[in-house]
């Protein structure tokens, strides 16, 4: 049920983009039971895509910014969408202790890397990945923003269909 809670938040941050029509991914980081940094996606509305601005990557800039020893390790990272290879890395590299995500990225997830063929920076990495936790809200979110024509993100691509193809 916490798992839920959290997702639901991420959920918001997510509705939150699409609403700007932003790609809706929305993220959430957990520290002791409560929400320490959120993030929503930024930067794909319009005619050229902003491919730094991940949600994950706005919420873990917050954390840096609060400026506060708290053991990264701790922590748990909601977020609407599978995380991409760069988001998973930084992830990684901050020293998250868990990931929780909705919907899987068919397109671009990075969760399924196998940390131990990876260099040392990654390969020491003790993570605990969580999928599917409240899905179909997820799917939803993406399933509205590939049918609007005004969006052109990822239009047609493997994860639009995909997207679009689920029941």
Not at 90 to 104: D, P, T
Request: glycine share 8%; proline share 4%.
């Amino acid at each position: 049920m916490e798992h839920e809670y959290f997702m639901r938040k991420a959920l918001q941050e997510a509705q939150k983009a699409l609403l700007s029509n932003e790609f809706p991914v929305g993220c959430v980081v957990v520290n002791d039971d409560r929400t320490i940094a959120a993030g929503s996606r930024m930067g794909t509305a319009g005619l050229s895509a902003n491919e730094l601005d991940h949600a994950e990557m706005v919420a873990l800039r917050k954390i840096d910014e609060l400026n506060q020893d708290i053991d990264p390790s701790g922590m748990t990272l909601y977020t609407t969408m599978e995380p991409c290879l760069m988001c998973f890395g930084a992830i990684l590299i901050h020293g998250i202790g868990q990931v929780v995500y909705a919907y899987e990225d068919v397109m671009g997830g990075g969760t399924a890397c196998a940390l131990t063929e990876m260099p040392a920076l990654y390969k020491n990495s003790k993570i605990s990945i969580i999928s599917n936790v409240l899905r179909k809200e997820s799917l939803g979110l993406f399933k509205t923003f590939f049918s609007n024509p005004e969006n052109r993100y990822w239009r047609n691509s493997p994860l639009a269909d995909y997207t679009l193809a689920q029941q």
